[in-house]
């Protein structure tokens, strides 16, 4: 951790990991603990904490925690320590270790937006990623005093997420650079009257995990939010608010024309009552709306994007995914229905999932299965929700070459 007011939020970074069952050492520069002191850090890893290489002379710190780090998180990063990595610079343990590392150095930056955007922390984040660092794109929110923009800190469970998606593999190589990316996240909610809806147990986090690898890679990347559980935004995205299906189709069919790949990850409800009534509907009041509800289907927001493209308004190079959340039955495997649905929108690719009580919605883990439209199934194995869209963003990857 390098010196920055953020530094307060890798208390909690640091017991993230910890409760995870990672081995924690924390290394920061001196400025870094006018914040936070040496001692707080100790009693949250378990670890003596220094800021120098003069301490415990006879174990070369830098040289040790560097060769047997798994990962490197500067959280926050500086615009002062970037620029020190970008020298080579070795004055305090925490850049000589970064020296020695060999393992995935992931940079969290945390500064005032105009820091952020100053052509030479910018110069010096592109040289860091030419080098194989992993720099994060800063959140958008509100900074140390009344201002607002790109500088702020992600929420440390964001940050230890991405960790371990790293370390599972996932690619954060930042060659989405200019492609536009539109994600369809959370379940919609059609109302039936002011205090109830229809709905589903989608949390939206698939398609947030979707939005962060994305952007994190280098996109532009805009979400399309139903019901999301309060997630915080993915760094570097921008979030466009709904509620019902109507409403996001109304979204989707205005910014489609614009991207250059569109993952369709809402749970989105077939179905929506065929009027709201306008107040709270009473039960024990012989109200036949409460006992026999008429639904209509809702629009079809995947097969009328498709259609659209074939229409050519949209382009025809966008690269289409959809989602696919199904059971099967006595008859039929979730994967058949999976193959089916694919066949039916026409979409170039197909994440599938076998869903059901306590399983991929509102769960931290997914796994299921690729399918694309020559008919090749590709198995996506149990993994965290970042894991799976990293995979599911190489897939594409796969399509567009």
Same mark, same amino acid.
Request: net charge negative; charged share 20%.
């Given at each position: 951790?390098?010196?920055?007011?953020?530094?307060?939020?890798?208390?909690?970074?640091?017991?993230?990991?910890?409760?995870?069952?990672?081995?924690?050492?924390?290394?920061?520069?001196?400025?870094?603990?006018?914040?936070?002191?040496?001692?707080?850090?100790?009693?949250?890893?378990?670890?003596?904490?220094?800021?120098?290489?003069?301490?415990?002379?006879?174990?070369?710190?830098?040289?040790?925690?560097?060769?047997?780090?798994?990962?490197?998180?500067?959280?926050?990063?500086?615009?002062?320590? #970037?620029?020190?990595?970008?020298?080579?610079?070795?004055?305090?343990?925490?850049?000589?270790?970064?020296?020695?590392?060999?393992?995935?150095?992931?940079?969290?930056?945390?500064?005032?937006?105009?820091?952020?955007?100053?052509?030479?922390?910018?110069?010096?984040?592109?040289?860091?990623?030419?080098?194989?660092?992993?720099?994060?794109?800063?959140?958008?929110?509100?900074?140390?005093?009344? /201002?607002?923009?790109?500088?702020?800190?992600?929420?440390?469970?964001?940050?230890?997420?991405?960790?371990?998606?790293?370390?599972?593999?996932?690619?954060?190589?930042? /060659?989405?650079?200019?492609?536009?990316?539109?994600?369809?996240?959370? &379940?919609?909610?059609?109302?039936?009257?002011?205090?109830?809806?229809?709905?589903?147990?989608?949390?939206?986090?698939?398609?947030?995990?979707?939005?962060?690898?994305?952007?994190?890679?280098?996109?532009?990347?805009?979400?399309?939010?139903?019901?999301?559980? /309060?997630?915080?935004?993915?760094?570097?995205?921008?979030?466009?608010?709904?509620?019902?299906?109507?409403? #996001?189709?109304?979204?989707? &069919?205005?910014?489609?024309?614009?991207?250059?790949?569109?993952?369709?990850?809402?749970?989105?409800?077939?179905?929506?009552?065929?009027?709201?009534?306008?107040?709270? #509907?009473?039960?024990?009041?012989?109200?036949?709306?409460?006992?026999?509800?008429?639904?209509?289907?809702?629009?079809?927001?995947?097969?009328? !994007?498709?259609?659209?493209?074939?229409?050519?308004?949209?382009?025809?190079?966008? !690269?289409?995914?959809?989602?696919?959340?199904?059971?099967?039955?006595?008859?039929?495997?979730?994967?058949?229905?999976?193959?089916?649905?694919?066949?039916?929108?026409?979409?170039?690719?197909?994440?599938?999932?076998?869903?059901?009580?306590?399983?991929?919605?509102?769960?931290?883990?997914?796994?299921?299965?690729?399918?694309?439209?020559?008919?090749?199934? !590709?198995?996506?194995?149990?993994?965290?929700?970042?894991?799976?869209?990293?995979?599911?963003?190489?897939?594409?990857?796969?399509?567009?070459?």
């Amino acid at each position: 951790m390098s010196g920055g007011i953020a530094a307060y939020k890798a208390c909690h970074l640091v017991r993230d990991l910890k409760e995870a069952g990672d081995d924690v050492r924390v290394v920061p520069t001196p400025s870094a603990l006018n914040f936070v002191g040496a001692a707080t850090f100790e009693a949250l890893s378990g670890h003596p904490v220094s800021t120098t290489v003069f301490d415990a002379v006879d174990e070369v710190q830098h040289v040790r925690v560097g060769q047997e780090a798994d990962a490197v998180v500067i959280a926050p990063a500086t615009a002062d320590v #970037m620029a020190r990595l970008v020298a080579g610079r070795a004055d305090d343990l925490l850049t000589a270790t970064v020296l020695v590392a060999q393992c995935p150095v992931i940079v969290v930056p945390a500064m005032h937006t105009e820091m952020w955007w100053n052509p030479a922390t910018q110069a010096n984040v592109r040289t860091l990623r030419e080098r194989g660092v992993i720099v994060l794109e800063p959140a958008h929110g509100r900074l140390t005093g009344r /201002d607002t923009g790109p500088g702020r800190l992600p929420e440390p469970d964001q940050i230890a997420e991405l960790t371990r998606a790293v370390l599972d593999g996932a690619d954060l190589t930042p /060659d989405w650079a200019g492609r536009r990316v539109l994600i369809t996240a959370g &379940g919609t909610q059609e109302n039936l009257d002011p205090v109830r809806f229809l709905g589903n147990r989608s949390s939206g986090r698939q398609g947030f995990a979707l939005a962060e690898i994305a952007a994190h890679r280098g996109a532009q990347v805009t979400i399309v939010a139903g019901a999301t559980d /309060d997630l915080p935004t993915p760094s570097g995205a921008t979030v466009e608010k709904v509620t019902s299906a109507r409403e #996001m189709a109304e979204v989707v &069919g205005r910014l489609a024309p614009e991207m250059d790949v569109i993952i369709m990850a809402a749970a989105v409800a077939d179905f929506r009552p065929v009027s709201q009534a306008d107040a709270k #509907m009473k039960k024990g009041h012989d109200d036949a709306a409460l006992q026999l509800l008429e639904l209509v289907e809702n629009p079809d927001i995947l097969a009328t !994007t498709v259609q659209q493209r074939r229409e050519g308004l949209v382009p025809a190079e966008t !690269t289409i995914v959809g989602f696919a959340a199904e059971t099967g039955d006595g008859q039929t495997s979730a994967l058949e229905y999976a193959q089916a649905k694919l066949t039916r929108k026409g979409c170039d690719l197909l994440m599938a999932n076998e869903v059901g009580e306590g399983r991929v919605f509102g769960q931290t883990r997914n796994s299921g299965w690729l399918l694309t439209a020559d008919g090749a199934v !590709t198995e996506v194995p149990d993994g965290s929700k970042h894991v799976v869209a990293a995979a599911i963003l190489s897939a594409v990857d796969d399509l567009r070459n």
